[in-house]
Every structure is written in structure tokens, then in C-alpha cells.
């Protein structure tokens, strides 16, 4: 997996991955604590209405700074996204009320919305091969996990010696540094798009995504995914802190054991995509993602035993590796799906199009956590993935993959 560092553009974009996440891991926590200072056990709500905002962010800007940078260089813009990132993160420490904290959600999460597609899109003209492609796949999924696990760890260890407030000082530097390296690093050469109206452009993704078919399960999937993320990130703090009435620092310990699921499936993805099709792979994900929420779901039904919280962590755990099963494996088809001239199209279609999915999980995981409790939340949550599931298998059928080699590729 490692021998993909010896590409010297890759190592510097992947650099430059792994320190912008790491910041990013730190405010995920010291957001989660700043909504529980705020609205205390209305948290759940907070959260979910910030992480709602930043999906519309990314469901509606995305396509259209894909649209507008299409022709442009990717470096200036990937540079100019970060150090909005950066700026916005400044002014976290400052927040007071919870409105503030959705403006510079938006504003935050807008240039995210244009860096990482951007950034992604990039990745298969540095590593033509697909074998490289799917170990940065891997190195990528790791580097996301450390959002969720070593972020989470080195939080907790500063959680004891500052106050959370100080945690958004190392999301600054992450984007920071994550800004130097892309300015130090030589992009391919892009074949630029075609010089359409604004409107073809802005759909072109999509229109891809209709076209094909695994891409449209995809789509299912991606909803999958949704539940059981939203379950993680909007009510861990809720759960750790306000039903088990647990520490801060265990906050961060759960959450790092679902980036530690995601983390070992990463590591194995590569060989197991060497003698699997993806299609096999991810629905296997697909089914395991509302089986471990139903079962975490009657943890919570329990009353609170000795034996609660180990199995809590496990679920954590396996949610995160069932999530790695699907989430790493999806760029493949998007790069088979697409060419050099629509790729970042595309790229920002999913990037879109799955947070779409996410717009619907967060709020419900937030309200509802707040309205009918957290194991009945879990429940809607197992409905709607089993949904997804039946979706994706039914779109995504054994027909087309027999008829495009196993893939699953249906042009």
C-alpha cells in the first residue's frame, strides 16, 4: 500500500490531506463541546441544525463552484478554499450564540465544499494505474479516519490541560500548513472542459450519474452511509455525555473507535479489491450498517448495565468498518465512470449527491433524538438504511455485473 508514496505529487496531496483532516477532527470535538455549552442538553438540536447547514453547503455550492473553476487551474483554487477554511476557523473560539455558529458553519463548510471534490478529482490523473489508485483509495480512507480516531485522541489528551476553546487553534494550523503544501506541489497537466454554457456544466455530473448504473446505486448507498454517520456524529455527544452522563474525554473515545472500525477495513480494502468486485464488497457494507444500528439500537432500549458502554464502542466499531466497506470502494466507480474532461464534474456530483443523503439523516438524528429519545431514533434510522439497502441491490443487479465482467459497470 505504501509504495504509492514513492509518486512524490501524491505524497505532498496526501501530506496535505492528512494535516487539513487533522484539524478538521479537532473542531468536529470542539464543536460537539461548544453546542453542549451553549444549549446543554438541547446539543443534539444544535449540532444537527449546523451539520444540516453543512450539507446544504455542500449539496448546493458544490456544483456550482465545480461549474464556475471548471476551465481554471486547480492549484489557486484548492489554495483559496483552504485559507477561507482557515479564516473561518479563527472565529470559532469567538462564538457566543448558536446562529454564529451556523454563518461560519456555511461560510466553512462552502470551501470545503470546492476544495475537496477539486482535491479528489485530482488523485486519478496523479495515479493513472488503478491499482495505485485504489491503495491511495485506502491511504485516503485512513487518512479520513484520523478525523475520527487519532483527532479524537489528541483532544482528549488536550482536553486535560487547556479548554476546548483552544482546540480550533490547531484546526487553523492544519488548514494552514494543508494550504503550503498544494502551493509546493506540481499538478498534472488537466485537460480542461469543454467551453459549455453555465448550465451544462453545472449538470454534467449528475447527468453522468443518471446515465450510469452502478453510479445510481451509488446513490443508494451513499443513503446507507447516512444513517448510521448521522447516529455517530450528531448524538455521540448526547448519549456520552447527557444519558450516561460520561466525561468529555469519553466523547472523544467513542467517536475514535469508529475511526478505528473504518481504519482496519482500510488497511484490508486493497488486497480484498484485488480478488472481490466492488459490487460484492459494498454490499456487504450496505447489509451490515442497520444490522449493528439495530443492535445498537436495543443497547439503548436496555437499562444501563456494567456492560453498556464495551458495547456501545463495539457498535461504534463495526459502524465505522461497515461505512469504510462502501466509502472506500466508491471512488473506483467514479473514475471508471468518468474521463479527464468531466471528472471533476463528477467527482462534485458525489460529493453533492451523497451529502444530499445527509440532509435528511441529520436533522432527523437531531430532532428526533431531542423528541422520542435516541433508541427509537436509532430504529427510524435501521428503517431507512434497510431501505437504501433494498435500493442499491435492486439498481446495482448480479445481470449487469456478469455482463461488464464484474464490475458492475453498466455504460
Known sequence: MLSVLKNTTFTKLFSAQIVALLGTGLLTVALGLLAFDIAGGNAGVVMGTALTIKMVAYVAVSPITAALTARLPRKPVLISADLVRAGVAVALPFVTEAWQIYVL????????????PAFQAVIPEVLPDEREYTRALSLSRLAYDLESLVSPMIAAILLTVISYNNLFVGTVVGFLCSTMLVALTAFPNAIPGPATKFFTRLTLGVRVFWARRELRSLLALNLVVATSTAMVIVNTVVLVQGELERTQADVALLLAKYGAGSMVVALALPRLLDKLPDRRVMLWGAALIPTVLLCAAIVLFTPEAPWTWGALMLAWFMMGAA?????????????????????????????????ASFMITYPLAGLLGAWIGLPFTALILVAIGVGGAVWAILTWNTSAAVRTGGSGEAL
Open 105 to 116: 458553519i456555511f461560510l466553512l463548510q462552502s470551501a470545503s465544499a470546492t476544495f475537496t
Open 323 to 355: 461505512n469504510s466497506l462502501i466509502l472506500t470502494p466508491s471512488a473506483r466507480l467514479l473514475r471508471r465512470n468518468s474521463d479527464e474532461t468531466n471528472r471533476p464534474a463528477v467527482f462534485a456530483a458525489q460529493f453533492s449527491l451523497s451529502h
